[in-house]
């Protein structure tokens, strides 16, 4: 009995030794592998690389990567649109295709009284702006002055609109054109017959040796004349360049023939808003000149010395003859080409030409700028001007350019 109590005790004793053999044996069996799944939950607290991989979060090398904004290689680029040479180039691709230098601009003019086909100066000067605007690949627009109360507000829609150069035309114009310049010194400024006592660096006043021009017209006259007797028929002689028309015209007929009888007649009877606008005026005036014996008539002053032209033209049959102004009037004035012999030209549309050339190259200068002048080509009167007459006046021609010949014209009319 003591034994089997001694055997239970015993085996008591022994049984959990021999259930912990047991266990540690049993390595291979999957059952106890299974721990495997508590080992794997605790990976994703172990594991920081989910939640502690700031990888994904970290990766602001994909938001931080200003790399890709940051990068102002991309928007930097205004080396392309920054750079004024792509702004400026239409300067020499505008002006190449022409054969200009310059730079583009807006240009306008304004006119005096009278229109634009005044076959005269105000036509001249805008066919210079055009031809100025074309050359250096800019863009022109004209304002006709109906009244010359207006030249002020003419000028200043141009000056409101932003323009870049102003072109006025007359004598009438250059007080208004002045003090435009002056309050508004970033717009240049081209005053037509317009003498500049005053040097302002924003404008220039084109200006004209008229005296010669009217000198070379003057002795043609003479040379050409039959009954001894020229005539003129011109605008007020209060504007400069129409008095040295006038009076160059008389002093040439002289240095030909000094007893010869020259007839001028100034519209200097009405205001400066008729004086160039009154071909009726005009026509009348030449006409009664011819009843006294006039063979050759030379109109100076706009639309009024046109009149004296179809003066010439109605009267062609008693063979009178005419000299036009400004322009080459057998071209601008075709109904008249039977009796124009020739015209004393200023040759505007030149100088407004090459003064716009000069500001698209920011080298108009100021002060005064002395344009050409000289005799249109004969035309249906090539045959029946004699060769010595021609070889005569190419002779005067050269000797009022070089300075040998004077005509002793005063610059304006001498205060009486």
């Known amino acids: 009995m003591f034994n089997r109590v001694r055997l239970l005790v015993l085996a008591m004793l022994l049984l959990p030794l021999i259930a912990a053999c047991g266990s540690s044996g049993s390595t291979a069996t999957s059952p106890t592998t299974a721990p495997a799944p508590t080992v794997a939950a605790a990976a994703p607290t172990t594991a920081p690389a989910p939640t502690e991989a700031p990888a994904p979060t970290e990766a602001p ?34 002006t190449t295709a022409a054969g200009g230098t310059g730079t583009p601009l807006k240009i306008g003019l304004v006119t005096d009284v009278g229109k634009l086909n005044d076959k005269s100066f105000n036509e001249s000067a805008w066919n210079g702006t055009q031809m100025g605007a074309e050359a250096i690949g800019g863009e022109a627009k004209a304002i006709e002055t109906t009244d010359p109360n207006d030249f002020a507000k003419n000028i200043d829609q141009f000056v409101s609109e932003d323009y870049d150069v ?31 006592a005053e040097t302002l660096p924003n404008l220039t006043g084109l200006i004209f040796d008229e005296d010669k021009a009217g000198f070379l017209a003057g002795a043609l006259a003479a040379l050409y004349s039959k009954s001894g007797k020229i005539g003129a028929v011109l605008g007020t002689d209060l504007v400069p360049p129409v008095w040295k028309f006038g009076e160059g015209y008389r002093a040439g007929a002289k240095h030909i023939k000094p007893d010869i009888d020259v007839q001028t007649v100034y519209h ?44 010439a033209q109605d009267r062609k049959d008693s063979g009178v003859v005419a000299i036009g102004v400004d322009a080459d009037q057998y071209l601008t004035v075709p109904e008249v080409q039977d009796v124009l012999i020739s015209s004393a030209m200023k040759i505007i549309d030149q100088g407004v030409m090459d003064l716009l050339k000069q500001a698209s190259e920011g080298k108009l200068p100021g002060g005064n700028f002395v344009g050409k002048v000289g005799l249109a080509p004969y035309h249906n009167f090539e045959d029946k001007v004699p060769a010595e007459t021609k070889a ?25």
């Open 268 to 311: 200097s009877d009405v205001g400066f808003d008729k004086t160039f606008v009154d071909p009726e005026w005009g026509k009348a005036t030449a006409l009664s000149m011819f009843d006294k014996g006039v063979d050759v008539v030379f109109g100076a002053g706009g639309q009024t010395g046109n009149g004296a032209l179809f003066a």
């Open 166 to 196: 102003i072109v006025t035309v007359g004598f009438a114009l250059g007080e208004a054109t002045i003090e435009a310049a002056k309050a508004n010194p970033d717009i240049l400024f081209i005053g037509v017959d317009q003498f500049q």
């Open 392 to 416: 005569k006046i190419d002779e005067l021609s050269k000797q009022l350019e070089d300075g040998s010949l004077k005509t002793n014209v005063p610059p304006a009319k001498p205060a009486s």
């Open 61 to 94: 090398a994909m938001t931080e990567a200003p790399a890709m904004t940051e990068a102002p290689a991309m928007t930097e680029a205004p080396a392309m649109t920054e750079a004024p040479a792509m702004t400026e180039a239409p300067a020499e691709t505008a």
